[in-house]
């Protein structure tokens, strides 16, 4: 069993799958870091001093026996736009990989039509034709 675990974690796709959960987790904090420190404050600022990881809805104040419950609005743009910047990071990091996979397809398809030999045309099998009925003329008169 120990030996059947060991090969499929040499696997390069398990290893590749490690290496990505990895720096997605880097890129996260990353991106957290940039929304939460980089791009909300100025934000809050043209928006009127709005800091945003305070906007909250109280549903109920806080007592001496529980705290306030709230629904954290503004916790909730920060996530968002942390989201959307890691979607389109995505989305060009596929598009790009897809357009790679297209050009690598389309160079392997140009070599194979380069390899192929090339199929005659319709007058080069009409000369071929005429030549073996010519061929098979002659040897009937000879």
Known sequence: MLQEFKT??????VVDLAVGIIIGSAFTSIVNS????IIMPPVGLILGNVDFSEIAITLRSATEDAEAVTMNIGLFINALVSFLIVALAVFFLVKA?????????AEAEATAEEEAPAEPTTEEKLVAVLERLDAKLDDQRG
């Open 8 to 13: 499929f974690i040499s696997r390069g796709s």
């Open 97 to 105: 990989i897809n357009r790679l996979q297209r050009e690598q397809e």
């Open 34 to 37: 940039l929304v939460n420190d």
